[in-house]
């Protein structure tokens, strides 16, 4: 297997999806065919679904921080912890996943591209309370209100079609350009990830326009995984732990 050296002349920017996760036992996206109660997860987990039935969505949340409170941290989580106390400033965490598994394991460079599953907001964009941490499992037909204004609260989840938080896309941009500047190694690594859901999924292109180097892990080839320079196929919480050479 190839090694992924990680020097004190590498910037590493990692990106994770549900596949490092599922090792763990938290279900991907595919894994579940894209399906839930029968419904396409993008009708069910969107502004859309949530006006026309806002219980189902609730159904489904609390459903997943039932799941997600059970579950550990696996050996892919463990191995980007220890990669991140090596490279310290020079290390960068980006994740679409929300079962906040990485802040768990002990990541602390680390931003939540698609939010954070157990944090909720209100639904009523002119509210002035922010987002607030929320593990709470709501009964099966219930929907939470806003303590504040009385809107329905949601999750504070990016949904198909809702723009992600502009300051997370920021750091992560500028982590590039300042690897860039400093004149070090730039190196992107994708793990479990479908590579079909944008903006994340054209990562691998920017840091490869901008001279990086790029890497895959993944059990099967993602959608995008033509645009990697090297691909380790296999399980995330196998290979990771075996990849990176610490130097
Ligand atoms: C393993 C493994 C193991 C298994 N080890 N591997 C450009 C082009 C076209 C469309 C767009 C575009 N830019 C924006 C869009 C629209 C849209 C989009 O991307 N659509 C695509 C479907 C084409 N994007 C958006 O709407 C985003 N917003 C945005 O860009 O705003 C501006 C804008 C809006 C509209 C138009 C244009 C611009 C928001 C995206 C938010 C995504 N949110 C979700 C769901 C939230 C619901 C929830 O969590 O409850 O986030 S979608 C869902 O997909 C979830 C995930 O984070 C995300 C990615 O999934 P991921 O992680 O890749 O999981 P899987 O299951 O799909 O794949 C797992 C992979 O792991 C597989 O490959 C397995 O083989 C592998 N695997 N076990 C290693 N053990």
């Not at 009964?139 to 303590?147: D, E, F, L, R």
Request: net charge negative.
């Amino acid at each position: 297997m190839e090694t992924l050296l990680l020097d004190s002349n590498t910037w590493l920017l990692v990106l994770t999806g549900a596949g490092v996760s599922a090792e763990s036992g938290v279900p991907t996206f595919r894994g579940m065919n894209g399906l839930w109660e029968d419904q396409p997860v993008t009708e069910v987990a969107s502004p859309r679904g949530f006006a026309k039935d806002p219980m189902r969505v609730w159904r489904f949340y609390s459903q997943r921080r039932a799941g997600a409170a059970d579950v550990s941290p696996n050996p892919g989580h463990e191995a980007l912890v220890a990669w991140e106390r090596h490279l310290g400033d020079r290390f960068l965490l980006a994740t679409q996943n929300v079962d906040g598994l990485h802040r768990r394991a002990g990541s602390q460079r680390v931003v939540e591209m698609h939010g954070n599953l157990f944090t909720s907001r209100c639904s009523n964009p002119d509210c002035t309370r922010p987002p607030f941490p929320d593990t709470t499992v709501y009964a099966s037909g219930t929907v939470p209100g806003c303590k504040e204004c009385g809107a329905l609260l949601r999750p504070h989840i990016v949904w198909f079609g809702e723009q992600l938080d502009p300051d997370d896309l920021t750091r992560i941009e500028s982590f590039a350009v300042k690897a860039m500047r400093s004149g070090g190694r730039l190196v992107f690594l994708a793990a479990g990830t479908s590579g079909a859901v944008y903006p994340a999924a054209g990562m691998v292109d920017n840091v490869r326009a901008a001279g990086g180097e790029t890497w895959l892990v993944n059990l099967d080839a993602s959608e995008n995984a033509s645009s990697f320079e090297h691909f380790v196929q296999g399980k995330s919480g196998e290979v990771l732990p075996k990849l990176g050479r610490l130097v």
